[in-house]
């Protein structure tokens, strides 16, 4: 059973950090592909970071080199390091997973992923 329990956000200033935590999995974590997204009002939902089981990462151009997306498969757990954070990350962040391996052309696509959590908001001030 894939459960997705978010957590993690909140509100910082701008150049501030938070770290995310995806929880919850109840299943063969290590066989599924894992993504952050994230979506503001009025804007589509945008992948943000991808992770297959054994390590490659893709990342949106807008958070290379700021954010960093990693997974512990003996915890069952995803992450979502985010640092120099910028008012325009301010957003609700969603991990979502698929099983199986993920091509990197499409690793960021909302429609690879078929489990998807509630959520977690994070606000960035100027």
């Known amino acids: 059973q894939v459960q997705l329990v978010e957590s993690g956000g909140g509100s910082v200033q701008a150049g501030g950090s938070l770290r995310l935590s995806c929880a919850g999995f109840?299943?063969?974590?290590?066989?599924?592909?894992m993504a952050w997204f994230r979506q503001s009002p009025g804007k589509e939902r945008e992948g943000v970071a991808g992770?297959?089981?054994?390590?490659?990462?893709t990342y949106a151009d807008s958070v290379k080199g700021r954010f960093t997306i990693s997974r512990d498969n003996a915890k069952n757990t995803l992450y979502l390091q985010l640092n120099s954070l910028k008012p325009e990350d301010t957003a609700m962040y969603y991990c979502?997973?698929?099983?199986?391996?993920?091509?990197?052309?499409?690793?960021?696509?909302?429609?690879?992923?078929?489990?998807w959590g509630q959520g977690t908001q994070v606000t960035v001030s100027s």
């Open positions: 979502a997973a698929a099983r199986g391996y993920i091509l990197n052309r499409v690793r960021l696509s909302r429609n690879e992923y078929n489990y």
């Open positions: 109840q299943g063969t974590f290590s066989s599924y592909s």
């Open positions: 992770i297959e089981v054994y390590g490659p990462t």
